[in-house]
């Protein structure tokens, strides 16, 4: 066979640089696609950085000094556009507000708007390419809580916007008022909390709380504790294990009937609900184990007592909206009222990232079966966040 030893054609050369070409092009696409999805993502990363710094200034405040009320900033009698005062009990107050500034880019000025609070300065280092919602920066309502007091609700409120992107990534904060003095022991003071008691069969609580630890609810939740309530405050509302307020969680006695409830949201803290479910009646001076549980999988929140149980549904999507407040035995550290505190005597305090309600049914009615337990530890005390045995050794 007799060899071509032309080379390449003129169409030959045109179709090899179309080829090359397109797969530049393809590999620039490619390139840019990725390059911009990266920059997208450190936007929105930067975005809610800045949200949470912000966030977390706030709600320390909140937690550390316990929030009084909030009111609108006024100069010369005239309310000044969003801007309010956080009051504490500490009867300190601090400002909150969206401030208007210049920043200098290129050689040019910039009209920008800043969050301000306590005086410090809050900027983002894409002022130039956000924008804040209008409108008020806070909403105040009257709620009923888990024992069916009325306490204030207040809602902050800061839409931002980011140019570059979709979406609201601004400051969103829900938390309740307390009003009270530091001491005493009625009224609207805070009161002096004796201190509880260990005994063989548990540690006996009057009016006193022990913070354990922070925890966050996960889309199965069980929340267990064996008591025993004292007959002399048997007619009155108690919590005895739970990290309520306005989030969080708890069991409880309420009408002489053991209660497990939860703050629950479906995706917008803005819209809280307070669901609970609650026994049949108890009896005092007797030992119960008693379960709540959360259970996403089936929409239900469920009580059990010495295995007897009890169903609420609850809305589709439905999750637990975590509480800032520590988990506590023997009362709701969130809560002013001593009429909220246990009486009476708490041997185990359990909570599992988990529906364990049939293996506590079987080990911890009546009494707690401690071989049962041991021997399931593999199959559920693993996942249990919070395990903590009061009784006296």
């Known amino acids: ?226 008591v025993k309530f004292d007959n002399s405050n048997f007619s009155s509302n108690q919590h005895f294990f739970g990290n309520w307020a306005m989030g969080g969680f708890g069991l409880s006695l309420k009408n002489q009937k053991a209660c497990f409830g939860t703050y629950l949201s479906t995706g917008n803290q803005n819209n809280l609900s307070y669901k609970e479910i609650c026994s049949d009646a108890l009896s005092a001076d007797t030992f119960y184990t008693i379960v709540g549980v959360f259970d996403k999988a089936s929409n239900k929140i469920l009580i059990y007592v010495n295995g007897a149980s009890k169903e609420l549904a609850i809305p589709a999507n439905s999750q637990i909206v975590d509480s800032d407040l520590k988990l506590a035995i023997g009362g709701n550290i969130g809560r002013i009222k001593n009429t909220n505190y246990f009486y009476g005597t708490i041997s185990h305090a359990i909570v599992c990232n988990a529906n364990v309600s049939s293996k506590v049914s079987s080990c911890f009615n009546n009494k707690v079966d401690t071989n049962c337990y041991e021997s399931n530890v593999d199959e559920y005390k693993k996942k249990c966040i919070v395990d903590v045995d009061l009784i006296k050794k």
């Not at 706030?58 to 009084?68: A, F, P, S």
């Not at 809602?155 to 980011?162: F, L």
């Open 1 to 226: 066979m007799k060899r071509d030893n032309r080379g390449f054609t003129v169409i030959e050369l045109i179709l090899s640089f179309i080829f090359v070409f397109t797969l530049a092009f393809s590999m620039y696409q490619l390139l840019f696609s990725y390059r911009t999805r990266q920059n997208t993502e450190s936007i929105r990363s930067q975005m809610l950085d800045y949200r949470d710094q912000v966030t977390l200034a706030i709600q320390n405040d909140i937690v550390e000094k316990n929030l009084k009320s909030i009111e609108s900033c006024y100069i010369g009698g005239n309310v000044v556009n969003r801007c309010i005062v956080l009051n504490f009990n500490d009867n300190t107050k601090k400002k909150l507000s969206v401030e208007d500034g210049t920043v200098t880019y290129d050689g040019n000025d910039y009209d920008i708007k800043y969050i301000k609070y306590d005086n410090i300065i809050y900027q983002s280092p894409d002022a130039i390419l956000l924008e804040f919602g209008n409108g008020y920066i806070y909403h105040e309502t009257q709620e009923a809580d888990e024992i069916e007091n009325d306490i204030t609700i207040y809602r902050i409120s800061i839409p931002i916007y980011h140019n570059d992107l979709s979406g609201n990534y601004g400051i969103n904060i829900v938390a309740p008022a307390y009003n009270y003095t530091q001491g005493g022991t009625s009224g609207s003071s805070k009161p002096v909390e004796p201190a509880a008691t260990k005994t063989a069969d548990g540690t006996k609580y009057a009016g006193s709380v022990t913070e354990i630890q922070n925890v966050n609810a996960k889309s199965q939740l069980s929340v267990i504790a064996r």
